[in-house]
């Protein structure tokens, strides 16, 4: 009997759902300059929106990921998704500062560890081998997810207003959890459309038990050299999915729909960048080694630096827009690589340091809504924002070499 493939339809699921979560967050940054100009908002008011998000989402990712090992990705991704999408849709009803802050937080709140469930269930439906890929096509749809939102909800905007734009794209995880809910089961051999060839074949590379891990075994100089690299990241990350449309917008002097376009292909040089960032590692692991391997960011993060240095000082929107792209693609060639680091050191508790090491991501990405806007307010100058973010991707790459991508032993 041939062996059934059922694991790639929940490939396909999850695919689905990253491009949903992406188009979600990038939603609220494509609509901020007609949510600014409804709710009479100052640049450092939107800046505690942006961060809300992300704040929340720092604070509940590890519990969040914890109560998807307790209860079943099932369950938890079922809860999440319906939470995350009741919160878009609220967004779109918000009436003032107060509640749109509220807002934003609960669905950030919620959409806390969306990814390490994800992750979660493709560990039990993915022999080893598999796993890698099948990340990447997660990440792959988190960033095209992304780069289509621009587009998308512009042209909604355009339509029909902006709270319709978040009514319309809520809708979309509501759909998805109908299915996940009834299609999905956190047992492969529960499955009535898995086979015993297939299960044979997702079982030989699965871990059936979860070691128990000490506290204090977690807490090393390594791990925080890891979450400093990834909070650099995050903190660039954030400017490109929160701030970047204003600025196209009212810095360089691009027109709605040139602003729109502009930000989806910035958004699509990431995704590209995500992908080849996963195979040069690979690449480089083989030829060179780890610590040759998983360094790209020591590299990457300089480049981006100098393309930010570049957007901040130069006159031209269109070569701003350049180094823009230039600037989000070289920080998404570190993707991988990082989230690769995470299975060389920890091993068997790659998720909690994986974990770990998001969480400090997401605290520079509540970071750097807060800086522009602040830097807005005080300086009107939306250079000196750009070259703060500059100064954060050389520690980026810094911080990378000080990484030591040896198998770590946690107990």
Request: glycine content about 10%; overall charge positive.
């Amino acid at each position: 009997m041939q062996a059934t493939r059922t694991r790639f339809t929940l490939l396909k699921l999850m695919f689905a759902l990253s491009i949903i979560t992406y188009i979600d967050r990038v939603c609220v940054s494509t609509a901020a300059p007609y949510i600014r100009e409804a709710l009479q908002l100052t640049p450092r008011q939107m800046g505690w929106v942006f961060s809300a998000f992300t704040l929340a989402y720092a604070v509940f990712e590890i519990p969040s990921g914890w109560l998807g090992d307790t209860l079943g990705p099932r369950k938890v991704l079922t809860r999440i998704v319906l939470w995350w999408s009741a919160f878009t849709m609220a967004t779109g009803a918000v009436w003032n500062y107060v509640s749109l802050l509220i807002a934003r937080f609960l669905f950030g709140a919620g959409e806390a560890g969306a990814f390490p469930n994800m992750s979660r269930s493709l560990s039990r439906w993915f022999p080893l081998h598999e796993r890698g890929t099948a990340h990447g096509v997660i990440f792959t749809g988190s960033r095209l997810g992304g780069a289509i939102t621009p587009l998308l909800v512009g042209a909604v905007i355009e339509r029909a207003g902006w709270r319709a734009a978040f009514w319309t794209f809520g809708i979309f995880g509501i759909v998805w959890c109908i299915f996940w809910r009834k299609w999905f089961r956190d047992d492969p051999s529960k499955h009535p459309l898995v086979n015993a060839d297939e299960l044979q074949i997702i079982q030989a590379g699965t871990q059936t038990q979860s070691p128990k891990i000490a506290l204090d075994s977690l807490l090393t100089p390594n791990l925080l050299w890891i979450g400093l690299m990834y909070f650099c990241y995050g903190y660039c990350l954030y400017f490109y999915l929160t701030w970047l449309p204003t600025y196209l917008k009212e810095a360089r002097g691009f027109s709605t729909f040139g602003t729109n376009a502009v930000h989806t292909v910035i958004l699509l040089a990431a995704a590209g960048a995500s992908i080849l960032g996963g195979r040069l590692t690979d690449y480089l692991t083989r030829r060179y080694g780890l610590r040759v391997g998983r360094a790209i960011g020591a590299v990457a993060m300089p480049v981006s630096a100098v393309a930010l240095c570049v957007a901040a000082l130069t006159h031209s929107a269109v070569l701003a827009a350049v180094a823009m792209t230039v600037a989000a693609g070289a920080g998404d060639l570190c993707l991988s690589p990082s989230w690769a680091m995470c299975h060389d050191i920890g091993g068997d508790v790659a998720g909690t340091v994986t974990a770990i090491m998001n969480t400090f991501g997401n605290i520079g990405g509540a970071l750097s809504p807060l800086v522009v806007g602040y830097a807005l307010d005080w300086w009107n100058s939306w250079s000196i924002p750009l070259l703060i973010a500059a100064g954060f991707a050389i520690l980026g790459g810094a911080f990378t070499l000080l990484v030591d991508t040896r198998p770590a032993k946690f107990t």
